[in-house]
């Protein structure tokens, strides 16, 4: 069934006389782009097949009375509290989605521009209409302040249908879509807070935002960011910590510290997925198996089950199974009796001894060799060993917990993996995604490694450039949360109290995807270009009489004519159209997201038109 065209809501006003009303947030600048119509021409309807877009985001039409409803049972089944956490979790991933719409789709847009976006989305999507009454963000600093009017608040009126007047704010959803939004823009937290509400009995809602370093109590904020109470915002730096200075070394400091090297950070979909499964398996003895990439967080998950277990105050050890030789795996698991071998000269405990009543952590255990997984698998049957050296079991009560980055069922298949053994481990498995796949926690992870190193090197922070954020955040991060940690570890050092830049992060043969590399070339010198940039430059070079750049269109479109001279095919408008597409999805290399950009058209326009064209 051939796919249904997308019709453009400010299309439709054209086309019947009407306009879109900018909501009164044009005061300022009226003709910035994106401006409210240029945010219309993003939002299309596909009604043949039941889809809504924004720009390459699908988007749902639903019933403010239905919300209301989710709402009510929400509030009534967990309480006040929970609910409030879901939704301000849940306008969250709403903000920074559409954080990440403008970024891609207005590039070059300057920082008022597109944070005035962001009010503007939140009316056309149809929340609340946003006036802003003054904001104001420094680059330098990276401190953002701004004070904005609600009128109309959906959440706010589903709130008075439900209970009547309440004596506290209620637009938690809208709140969060406010921090997600400037929050992932700005690349460090920004804490919006309502201080006045329509569900309270005033005549609209006012909201005031910070950076979160200049509210003194924004944990109770962050409170509700965070699915799991062992879960860290990781975001709160003060200006004492930034300015830290070098060499102290206070026991309060070296608390903070370990607070933010064992804290979990995040807040996406993913994340909250895997907590939640955390946070169902602690209380048990189950054995868990933590799988994914390397560089994801295995290690720090398995030692949060720890904490939060019923074993936290007894040892939790771990080792690396990839990093013992054979010869000694079976040593450093259960021990040595003294005079086993050559140079045992006294008996010495292995790791399940010292982990009894605990945890023990085994990672990458998928490099264990055959004969070492068939004396591990006897240990988790019998809950005993022996020493190397010794006839003489020992029992241990010990939770194991594995971490590897192979898929343990094809290892099995091709017979590298036990399958007892795998079945063993299998028992509570979870997995951890790529960084890449839980964008929406990049902004909290920058800025908690931001004021980890800061701190622990004694350097003053102030937080990254522009275009730093814009690379981070579209980074495909092949290494993960360990590279992010080691590129913001790197940067603190370099930068020395600046804000951290592509020059101080990107030194080591990082290849930043093409996006963002043409991104950066806007307005900017000495910066690289990528591969749809690099090609556009070449074909320039080969066919110089055909740049648009020096010759009228009318030139370009006779020496294009001259060319299809031979072909069957005449160059009527359409056929111009479809060879244009073609050219750019040719020189983007299939990524139609950029081809759009090339042709300064949305994605959804694009394949619009291609459909058209093919049809």
């Given at each position: 069934?051939?796919?249904?065209?997308?019709?453009?809501?400010?299309?439709?006003?054209?086309?019947?006389?009407?306009?879109?009303?900018?909501?009164?947030?044009?005061?300022?600048?009226?003709?910035?782009?994106?401006?409210?119509?240029d945010?219309?021409?993003c939002?299309?309807?596909?009604p043949?097949?039941?889809?809504i877009?924004?720009?390459d985001?699908?988007?749902?039409?639903?019933?403010?009375?239905?919300?209301?409803?989710?709402?009510?049972?929400l509030?009534d089944?967990l309480?006040i509290?929970?609910?409030?956490g879901?939704?301000?979790?849940?306008?969250?991933?709403?903000?920074?989605?559409d954080?990440?719409?403008v970024?891609?789709?207005?590039?070059?847009?300057?920082?008022?521009?597109?944070?005035?976006?962001?009010?503007?989305?939140?009316?056309l999507?149809?929340?609340?209409?946003?006036?802003?009454?003054?904001?104001?963000?420094?680059?330098?600093?990276?401190?953002?302040?701004?004070?904005?009017?609600?009128?109309?608040?959906?959440?706010a009126?589903?709130?008075?249908?439900?209970y009547?007047?309440?004596t506290a704010?209620?637009?938690?959803q809208?709140v969060?879509?406010?921090?997600?939004?400037?929050?992932?823009?700005?690349?460090?937290?920004?804490?919006?807070?309502?201080?006045?509400?329509?569900?309270?009995?005033?005549?609209?809602?006012?909201?005031?935002?910070?950076?979160?370093?200049?509210?003194?109590?924004?944990?109770?904020?962050?409170?509700y960011?965070?699915?799991?109470?062992?879960?860290g915002?990781?975001?709160?730096a003060?200006?004492?910590?930034?300015?830290a200075?070098?060499?102290?070394?206070?026991?309060?400091?070296?608390?903070?510290?370990?607070?933010?090297?064992?804290a979990?950070?995040?807040?996406?979909?993913?994340?909250?997925?895997a907590?939640?499964?955390?946070?169902?398996?602690?209380?048990?003895?189950?054995?868990v198996?933590?799988?994914?990439?390397?560089?994801?967080?295995k290690?720090?998950?398995?030692?949060m089950?720890h904490?939060?277990?019923?074993r936290?105050?007894?040892?939790?050890?771990?080792?690396?199974?990839?990093a013992?030789?054979?010869?000694?795996?079976?040593?450093?698991l259960?021990?040595?009796e003294?005079?086993?071998?050559t140079?045992?000269?006294?008996s010495?405990?292995?790791?399940?001894?010292?982990?009894?009543?605990?945890?023990?952590?085994?990672?990458?255990?998928?490099?264990l060799?055959?004969?070492?997984?068939?004396?591990?698998?006897?240990?988790?049957?019998?809950?005993?060993?022996?020493?190397v050296?010794?006839?003489r079991?020992?029992?241990?009560?010990?939770?194991?917990?594995?971490?590897t980055?192979e898929?343990?069922?094809?290892?099995?298949?091709?017979?590298?993996?036990?399958?007892?053994?795998?079945f063993r481990?299998?028992?509570?498995?979870?997995?951890?995604?790529?960084?890449?796949?839980?964008?929406?926690?990049?902004?909290?992870?920058?800025?908690?490694f931001?004021?980890?190193?800061?701190?622990?090197?004694?350097?003053?922070?102030?937080?990254?450039?522009?275009?730093?954020?814009?690379?981070?955040?579209?980074?495909?991060?092949?290494?993960?949360?360990?590279?992010?940690?080691?590129?913001?570890?790197?940067?603190?050092?370099?930068?020395?109290?600046?804000?951290?830049?592509?020059?101080?992060?990107?030194?080591?043969g990082?290849?930043?995807?093409?996006?963002?590399?043409s991104?950066a070339?806007?307005?900017?010198?000495?910066?690289?270009?990528?591969?749809?940039?690099?090609?556009s430059e070449?074909?320039?070079v080969?066919h110089?009489?055909?740049?648009p750049a020096?010759?009228?269109?009318?030139?370009v479109?006779?020496?294009?004519?001259?060319?299809?001279?031979?072909?069957?095919?005449?160059?009527?408008?359409?056929?111009?159209?479809?060879?244009?597409?073609?050219?750019?999805?040719?020189?983007?290399?299939?990524?139609?997201?950029?081809?759009?950009?090339?042709?300064?058209?949305?994605r959804?326009?694009?394949?619009?038109?291609?459909?058209?064209?093919?049809?």
């Amino acid at each position: 069934m051939p796919s249904s065209p997308r019709i453009s809501l400010a299309e439709m006003a054209r086309h019947q006389g009407g306009g879109l009303s900018s909501a009164g947030t044009d005061r300022w600048s009226v003709d910035a782009h994106p401006t409210l119509a240029d945010l219309s021409e993003c939002l299309f309807f596909s009604p043949g097949d039941g889809r809504i877009w924004l720009n390459d985001q699908r988007m749902l039409l639903i019933h403010s009375r239905s919300m209301g409803t989710l709402r009510r049972e929400l509030i009534d089944k967990l309480g006040i509290d929970q609910a409030r956490g879901l939704l301000t979790r849940a306008g969250y991933i709403s903000g920074a989605r559409d954080a990440q719409l403008v970024r891609e789709r207005w590039p070059d847009a300057d920082p008022s521009t597109i944070l005035m976006a962001g009010t503007r989305l939140h009316t056309l999507e149809g929340l609340v209409k946003v006036v802003p009454v003054s904001f104001s963000y420094d680059p330098e600093t990276g401190r953002y302040e701004g004070e904005f009017l609600w009128h109309n608040s959906c959440e706010a009126d589903e709130h008075l249908a439900a209970y009547g007047v309440a004596t506290a704010p209620t637009c938690w959803q809208q709140v969060g879509y406010a921090i997600g939004y400037v929050s992932t823009l700005l690349g460090h937290l920004v804490i919006f807070r309502e201080v006045q509400c329509r569900a309270m009995g005033t005549a609209h809602c006012r909201v005031i935002g910070r950076s979160a370093e200049l509210w003194s109590d924004a944990e109770e904020d962050l409170r509700y960011l965070n699915a799991q109470d062992f879960v860290g915002s990781g975001m709160l730096a003060s200006e004492a910590d930034a300015t830290a200075e070098a060499g102290a070394q206070g026991a309060g400091e070296q608390d903070d510290e370990t607070d933010l090297v064992t804290a979990l950070v995040g807040t996406s979909s993913a994340f909250n997925a895997a907590c939640h499964l955390l946070n169902r398996v602690a209380a048990t003895d189950a054995t868990v198996l933590f799988t994914g990439e390397s560089g994801v967080g295995k290690e720090r998950f398995a030692r949060m089950l720890h904490q939060i277990g019923k074993r936290a105050k007894r040892a939790c050890i771990a080792i690396n199974c990839a990093a013992i030789p054979e010869t000694l795996i079976e040593a450093e698991l259960f021990g040595v009796e003294r005079g086993a071998y050559t140079g045992a000269t006294q008996s010495r405990a292995g790791r399940f001894e010292l982990a009894d009543g605990g945890t023990l952590f085994l990672d990458e255990v998928g490099t264990l060799s055959l004969v070492a997984q068939g004396k591990l698998l006897r240990v988790l049957q019998e809950g005993e060993f022996e020493r190397v050296g010794s006839a003489r079991p020992v029992k241990v009560d010990v939770r194991v917990v594995a971490a590897t980055n192979e898929d343990l069922a094809q290892a099995v298949r091709e017979g590298r993996f036990r399958q007892d053994l795998f079945f063993r481990l299998n028992v509570f498995p979870i997995h951890l995604p790529p960084l890449r796949e839980r964008r929406d926690d990049i902004p909290l992870l920058m800025n908690h490694f931001l004021k980890l190193y800061g701190q622990r090197h004694g350097i003053a922070v102030r937080g990254f450039t522009q275009r730093a954020i814009q690379a981070l955040l579209n980074y495909s991060f092949p290494g993960n949360i360990r590279e992010l940690q080691n590129l913001i570890e790197r940067g603190v050092i370099l930068a020395q109290g600046h804000p951290l830049d592509l020059p101080h992060m990107f030194i080591s043969g990082e290849r930043l995807n093409d996006e963002v590399l043409s991104l950066a070339l806007q307005g900017e010198t000495g910066m690289l270009a990528g591969k749809s940039v690099e090609k556009s430059e070449e074909k320039s070079v080969a066919h110089p009489t055909a740049s648009p750049a020096t010759q009228g269109l009318l030139d370009v479109l006779r020496q294009w004519r001259q060319q299809a001279a031979g072909e069957a095919a005449a160059l009527t408008l359409p056929e111009m159209e479809r060879r244009l597409i073609a050219e750019a999805i040719e020189r983007a290399e299939g990524n139609l997201s950029a081809a759009a950009r090339l042709l300064g058209i949305s994605r959804a326009q694009l394949a619009y038109r291609q459909q058209k064209g093919q049809g």
